[in-house]
């Protein structure tokens, strides 16, 4: 046998690639002798590697005898390839090596990656490559998958954000292809080209064979093999053998929308209860000018939330709730800026004036010029590679695209470009930018978990020095329980006004402070998170701000008018939203419905705002929690601040008794039971199904089992329920922890009737039993062993961690460990047979509780 001389498959190499200084994975850039250019990236560090490959080709480009085809072919080209006929087996594969796989399609690309466990790349990769060599589009999946597709659509086509999306471009240029529609369906796939005399799948395969072409493909593998494995890798899977059918990368010179296009008004009547108003720009494409940011700088100044700003101007006049200004590249050679305000009542009587104010901030930030500390701000915030030699050209964009909005508006928004207004300012210097990174004094007790420092009948102090990651950071929470917010839904509806506290903590935000307030029924909890430095500062402001808590009647009846807003859109959410939300209101103790909120909002006043906090810190206890780049003795200190701010405006208040601050509490179902409840919602044109297993308190045993079990019939329910039943686009399966107890959900939404669905999913669950049953030993124990195979926890993730087992007063900081050493113990018999006990049908500890949702 004469040894085959080994193919030279690159055409160019770049080993050059520019990198950032602590950088120390290894890259490598290459264009294949096909035209496809390859970045491959090794990290000998990795436990996950990923693959993305693009190919530049997307929903403009559909056939218009075909909309939706180019969205139609991501869906198909996972459904089996010559190699690899099975439709399950890329799913299948990545499902049993701890992977995830994604696909969308945009109006100018279509992007398809995976992860998977680093050891399992290879294999991965084999399955992966042939979708691009040899897939097979075979007729039976072509009928199945346009019911995959429609039940896409049917989710959506009720969302408002859809609605307007398509409005949008269905109104441009006619014949551009911004205009066509995007998303597919029944009838635009299958049944009005059939009319027609086309055969859908003819298309198809013509529209694979013609796009998806070496040359307008690039592919980015992650791996922590070595750069030259990695490339080898290529020629194994035959990468330089994927077709090159000499496309160029298209570029739209022409903008969507023209002289007619512009200058209009239009009115769209939504389905949700908002009043909303966006002004949109046509914008260059920006994506050559990633280094300067010219768009971000302006959407910056337009979006900032600061005092002199657009949005603090048009709050003070009651007429906008929130605004959002927003850049970005639509598809190669066009974009749009918009400016998106949610209106008040009031300000929907206003909609000319709100859009004068705009138009004065626009020409307000011309007259200003560029300002270069800004944007370095912006640079710093960013964290960008920012290089100084950028800035005056960064600076004369900027100037340019100020410049190119003037001529395209109409004449009375010209002047209002030229006329100054009082109320505006440029934003000040943000006081929240980090400037100190050192680490803290170490402490002389190393814990790998949170230490209780402190105690008295107030509060609970919790405190971790970080000693792994070292970096300088840390997470504050601060937990107030008071009674009185359950006791009325009055009191939770006046309660949640302070939740507006969060809006007026932008600069902080900014400069990278995460910050959650979250009023409950059982009180509050503030999560502060990100650089140490003005931590504390931020931490005692959120409550000193709270206590004191004042709030104007304008400002009062904006937060009212979203409060109840927000309250009764719930009702026009997504399917499985609402069934989640009424799982909740069975078996949770103590919260309210949206509807007994709602009846409600209206009785609550200013002055029973106003004096809340008093009446709240009448009796209440408190928990502390630091993690991070922080001392012991920082900690004791925030806490004492933290308890004179509360105690100096209720001095006459008292600590709550021990029996008075239970955590939540939730209904335990009967063994053997089986409840379906049955709701109606009238918006979308699918309805939901939910099945919740209840599968007892927590436990190391528990939470291990009902995970793995999890793992084990997740790919099957995607397989089954969803690929081939066609029940719905949206199907999973999840193990939930509420409360402190473990479920097992099955969630189905789509468009059949949730008797059926219900059915089904019996069906589905004694098959997935069955597959568990005849699974080979060897690729349970995978499963087993690719459960923990995960890249360790952030320090936020820590964080969030430590802090559940501290609220939920369990205090396992050690759970997880102790789950992974259970876990690698189970056998599948113990699988199988918690499946018997608790699942299957019969079984003597089964308790299930099924919510469906019928639609209209
Ligand atoms: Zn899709």
């Not at 049944?191 to 013509?206: F, S």
């Not at 049955?678 to 599968?695: L, N, P």
Request: proline content about 4%; aromatic content about 10%.
């Amino acid at each position: 046998m004469t040894k085959k001389a080994k193919r030279n498959i690159v055409h160019k190499r770049f080993d050059s690639i520019v990198k950032g200084s602590q950088d120390t994975k290894k890259y490598r850039g290459l264009e294949l002798t096909n035209g496809l250019r390859v970045l491959l990236v090794s990290d000998s560090k990795t436990r996950v590697s990923a693959v993305a490959l693009d190919v530049k080709v997307g929903h403009l480009m559909d056939p218009w005898e075909l909309p939706g085809l180019a969205h139609f072919c991501e869906h198909m080209l996972f459904l089996g390839t010559a190699k690899y006929p099975s439709e399950r087996e890329y799913f299948k594969y990545l499902a049993a090596n701890n992977g995830d796989s994604n696909a969308y399609t945009d109006t100018d690309h279509t992007n398809y990656s995976f992860e998977v466990r680093s050891e399992k790349l290879y294999g991965a990769l084999d399955r992966f490559a042939q979708f691009f060599l040899d897939p097979q589009f075979t007729e039976s999946a072509t009928e199945r998958e346009v019911c995959a597709v429609n039940c896409e659509y049917l989710d959506k086509v009720n969302e408002d954000f859809w609605r307007c999306l398509q409005v949008e471009r269905s109104l441009s240029k006619p014949g551009h292809d911004y205009s066509k529609f995007a998303i597919g369906n029944k009838k635009t796939l299958l049944e009005d080209p059939r009319t027609k005399g086309i055969e859908p799948r003819d298309v198809l395969l013509d529209f694979y064979k013609n796009w998806y072409s070496s040359d307008i493909m690039t592919c980015c593998i992650v791996g922590k093999e070595s750069l030259d494995v990695l490339e080898s890798y290529l020629g194994s899977f035959k990468f330089d053998a994927i077709k090159n059918t000499r496309k160029e990368r298209k570029i739209w010179k022409d903008s969507p929308f023209g002289p007619d296009q512009l200058a209009k008004r239009i009115e769209i009547v939504p389905i949700q209860n908002t009043g909303q108003v966006s002004i949109k720009f046509p914008f260059p494409d920006l994506n050559g000018e990633f280094l300067s940011q010219p768009g971000d700088y302006i959407a910056h100044l337009i979006g900032h939330e600061g005092p002199g700003s657009l949005l603090s101007e048009l709050k003070r006049l009651g007429w906008v709730i929130s605004l959002e200004a927003d850049n970005h590249t639509i598809a190669s050679g066009f974009g749009v800026f918009s400016v998106t305000m949610d209106l008040s009542t009031e300000g929907l009587e206003h909609v000319d004036d709100v859009i004068q104010l705009v138009f004065n901030f626009i020409g307000f930030l011309k007259s200003s010029g560029p300002q270069k500390w800004i944007h370095d701000e912006l640079a710093e915030l960013n964290a960008v590679d920012f290089r100084f030699d950028d800035v005056k050209h960064t600076m004369e964009k900027a100037s340019i695209l100020a410049e190119c909005l003037h001529p395209k508006i109409r004449k009375n928004f010209e002047t209002a470009l030229k006329t100054s207004h009082h109320a505006f300012n440029l934003p000040e210097k943000n006081e929240y930018i980090p400037s100190k990174f050192d680490q803290k004094p170490r402490e002389p007790v190393k814990s790998g978990y949170p230490r209780l420092i402190s105690e008295d009948e107030w509060i609970q102090v919790w405190f971790k020095q970080d000693n792994e990651y070292n970096s300088p950071k840390q997470g504050i929470m601060f937990a107030l329980t008071t009674p009185l917010v359950a006791k009325k839904s009055k009191n939770v509806v006046a309660f949640k006004s302070l939740d507006t506290i969060i809006e007026e903590t932008y600069n902080a935000r900014l400069a990278g402070l995460e910050c959650q307030f979250e009023s409950s029924s059982s009180g509050v909890q503030i999560r502060v998170f990100g650089y140490d430095e003005k931590q504390s500062l931020f931490a005692k402001h959120l409550v000193n701000r709270m206590a004191n808590f004042q709030v104007n009647r304008l400002c009062f009846d904006i937060s009212f008018e979203s409060l109840k807003r927000t309250l009764t859109n719930h009702a026009f959410s997504q399917p499985h939203d609402l069934s989640a939300h009424f799982i909740d209101l069975l078996v949770v103790d103590n919260i309210w419905s949206k509807e007994q909120l709602l009846a409600v909002c209206d009785s609550v006043t200013l002055e029973d705002v106003h004096g809340f906090a008093i009446k709240m810190l009448q009796a209440f206890h408190m928990e502390l929690f630091v993690h991070g780049n922080s001392t012991e003795k920082d900690t004791l200190q925030l806490s004492k601040e933290l308890s004179d701010i509360l105690k100096s405006v209720a001095p006459n208040s008292r600590p709550l008794k021990r029996d008075e601050h239970n955590p939540h509490r939730e209904l335990q179902l009967i063994n053997g039971h089986e409840h379906v409840y049955r709701h109606f919602q009238k918006t979308h044109d699918v309805g939901c199904v939910e099945v919740a297993f209840q599968i007892g308190v927590q436990s190391t045993y528990n939470n291990s089992v009902n995970k793995l079990l999890n793992e084990l019939i997740k790919n099957p329910a995607y397989t089954i329920l969803r690929t081939n039943e066609a029940l719905g686009y949206n199907v999973s399966t999840e193990s939930r922890l509420n409360d402190g107890n473990v479920y097992l959900h099955v969630i189905v939404q789509g468009p059949e009737s949730a008797d059926h669905v219900l059915e089904r999913i019996e069906v589905f669950l004694e098959s997935a039993r069955e597959e568990i049953v005849a699974m080979p030993q060897e690729d349970f124990d995978y499963q087993v062993w690719a459960m923990f195979k995960e890249n360790p926890p952030t320090l936020s993730q820590c964080f969030s961690m430590f802090w559940s087992e501290i609220h939920s007063r369990q205090y396992n900081f050690g759970r997880n460990k102790e789950v992974r050493g259970i876990s690698k113990r189970i056998t599948k018999e113990e699988v199988i047979n918690f499946f018997d006990r608790k699942i299957r049908k019969g079984g003597a500890e089964r308790r299930k509780l099924a919510l469906g949702l019928w639609k209209k």
